[in-house]
């Protein structure tokens, strides 16, 4: 079984390979579900650590209905990770009514190739879940991240199983949502293949203005995950 962390910084990337994570999806601000880093940190990382990098593309926080401005803005974030040379994206787009938004989302994906590509987890939003796997897997998605549409991928476990069972190994089902080394072994005896991860731990603020607290991947807790799978 394959970790994947969900790193936010230089830093929690930097621990997640140290601690012997198989790949980092890079993002920030996770406290609104991760966007899009910046173009300084993932140069930062590609440049300086050996671990597989997928990026997320997400302009935003909020729904996952863009406007013609954003989904260009999302396409930009594409090429620029192309050229900087990470493996893989992660991305999805949706419509108003809670399914895959098809002609964007094969765009991406077209604008992607050769990168692997994650259907991240707007797909826990959509309302029909196992006819958009079908769908996602007919645009040549790789992977798509779940958490069984419940609010803890341990929560929608049984969505997960189905979901994996009508994949049949033609998508990678990749579990996310309050994973941890408590509850991992049990989407690896589940039959899943690769779980989603943040393994994070929170530095309590001063209360100086505009501190907030500080979040990072915890090498501890990533290790802790690796030796329960």
């Not at 994570?21 to 579900?33: D, F, K, M, P, T």
């Amino acid at each position: 079984m394959k970790l994947e962390i969900c790193a936010n910084s230089y830093q929690s990337a930097k621990n997640a390979q140290e601690a012997g994570a198989h790949r980092i999806e890079l993002c920030q601000e996770l406290s609104v579900g991760g966007i899009t880093p910046s173009y300084g940190l993932l140069k930062q990382v590609i440049e300086n650590l050996e671990i597989p990098v997928f990026f997320l593309i997400r302009p935003r926080s909020g729904d996952f209905v863009y406007s013609d401005a954003e989904f260009k803005t999302m396409k930009n974030d594409i090429q620029l990770c192309k050229d900087l040379g990470c493996q893989g994206i992660v991305s999805g787009v949706l419509n108003a009514d809670k399914t895959i938004d098809l002609k964007r989302t094969i765009e991406l994906v077209e604008l992607s190739k050769p990168l692997a590509f994650t259907f991240h987890r707007a797909f826990d939003a959509v309302a029909n879940p196992k006819e958009a796997l079908e769908q996602l897997i007919d645009l040549g998605i790789d992977r798509v991240l779940t958490s069984g549409q419940e609010t803890s991928a341990e929560l929608g476990i049984d969505l997960i199983k189905e979901l994996n069972k009508i994949s049949n190994g033609r998508v990678t089902i990749l579990v996310g949502g309050g994973v941890s080394a408590k509850n991992a072994a049990k989407f690896k005896a589940a039959g899943l293949d690769e779980i989603h991860a943040s393994a994070s731990t929170t530095i309590k603020a001063d209360d100086t203005l505009f501190s907030l607290p500080l979040t990072y991947s915890d090498p501890q807790k990533i290790k802790a995950i690796l030796d329960a799978i």
